[in-house]
């Protein structure tokens, strides 16, 4: 089975522009969960989508925002960037043997903001 | 807060030897506790996991011990190799779709 795959693995961005970062989970795993992990903070959970809704947010700004289509695959996406959101970002999906609650996480895209 | 404590930050051990780290959590509603392990440059990667109702599980050279009235869980990797430096990081979650909530991360270099 493929793992998670991420695209783009690297991108740069200059403060003010927005971007786009895509998510394929595993075949038949419907949730997907976005990570931002960065050296001061660690792994920090962004949402979690299920079945094309968010189940679960957590407490970044409004900036952050994200969707899952029909066939799980999610983006995710940052508007006005800030220095402060130079990480690496993280997907995650889920939805196999032990009950749904394994997250098998992608290679990552690295964001870099100047 | 719900929160999770893992220590120690870096640890140094010889080939062969037992790494030990080790998590503390507040939530009582945590029931799951995976470890992962990463790689630089890669994603985290799932380790081993275990539940409550369990008080160690053991996969090949890694075993998590879980203390529940203490709230704390541990990671035992036996016969240390140098492949497994890495960083390793601890996380609980509450329910089915809730967040996994991550330690700091322990950084463990294996020397030959």
């Known amino acids: 089975k493929a793992g998670v795959t991420q695209t783009p693995r690297y991108l740069i961005k200059t403060r003010g522009q927005q971007v786009t970062l895509s998510c394929s989970p595993i075949?038949?795993?419907?949730?997907v969960s976005w990570y931002q992990q960065t050296p001061g903070q660690g792994l920090q959970f962004l949402f979690e989508?299920?079945?094309?809704?968010?189940?679960n947010k957590g407490n970044f700004p409004g900036r952050f925002s994200g969707r899952q289509f029909s066939n799980s695959r999610s983006e995710m996406n940052v508007s006005t960037l800030e220095l402060g959101d130079s990480a690496l970002y993280l997907c995650?999906?889920?939805?196999?043997?032990?009950?749904?609650?394994?997250?098998?996480f992608g290679p990552g895209t690295r964001l870099t903001v100047l | 807060q719900q929160q999770v404590k893992q220590s120690p930050q870096s640890l140094i051990v010889q080939k062969g030897g037992i790494s030990i780290i080790n998590c503390a959590y507040e939530?009582?509603?945590?029931?799951?506790f995976p470890w992962y392990q990463q790689f630089p440059g890669k994603g985290p990667a799932l380790l081993i996991a275990?539940?409550?109702?369990?008080s160690e599980k053991k996969e090949g050279r890694f075993t998590i011990s879980f203390n529940k009235s203490a709230k704390q869980f541990s990671l035992h990797i036996m016969d240390s190799q140098p492949g497994d430096s890495a960083t390793y990081f601890c996380?609980?979650?509450?329910?089915?779709?809730?967040?996994?909530?991550f330690g700091k991360g322990t950084t463990l270099s294996v020397s030959s």
């Open positions: 989508y299920f079945s094309e809704t968010q189940r």
């Open positions: 275990i539940r409550p109702d369990v």
């Open positions: 939530n009582t509603a945590f029931d799951y």
């Open positions: 995650a999906s889920s939805g196999g043997a032990m009950g749904g609650r394994e997250q098998f």
């Open positions: 075949s038949g795993h419907r949730s």
């Open positions: 996380a609980a979650s509450s329910t089915i779709g809730t967040a996994l909530i």
